[in-house]
């Protein structure tokens, strides 16, 4: 049967239908999540307490049971939102995990053979203790090492990079501080 064919009843049911298949899936992943992923979500704390509710079942019936009930508590919050949420959430746009990487690109930068040079004249803030950790880096890379100081060195980047709230330099030139 074509669209243009059908009732608006059964427009309206199909619509309906395709609600519930959304929460449903929405409910299972969230069953699914871990607690500390599911505590970066902020959700209101009826919602929580019906996944927690959810989430305690164990049997397979009334595990599916339980997933139904917490897809109709989802009736009532907006599907659109809550799923994308659990996208920046799950892609890792977390703030936090983002400033990791960025850390993570800098280290990776500075310690490399090719453009360590440029990366270290690119890179925001100046600091002996940095260049110190950096040269500690690179012997202990050329000799075989565990990486203690790459670990130390990042850490102090980390901190560098959030005390400055400094992001990396698009172009080769640095703004200059006050």
Known sequence: MRSD???PRQVSRSQTKKAGDRSAKLARILMEMKPAVLAKLELDDE??????????VETMQARRRAERALAGDLRGIDLVELTSKIETVGTGNDPGVQFFHMVERWRDRLLSVDEGAAALKEFPVEDAEMLRLLDAAKR???TG????????LFRHLSS?????KAEPA???ET???D
């Open 170 to 172: 698009e172009s080769d």
């Open 145 to 152: 090492k565990p990486p203690g100081a790459a670990r130390k």
């Open 5 to 7: 064919e059908r009732s």
């Open 160 to 164: 560098l990079l959030r005390e400055d």
């Open 175 to 177: 703004e200059d501080e």
């Open 140 to 142: 202990e890379r050329d």
């Open 47 to 56: 919602l929580r307490e019906a996944i927690d509710r959810a989430r305690q």
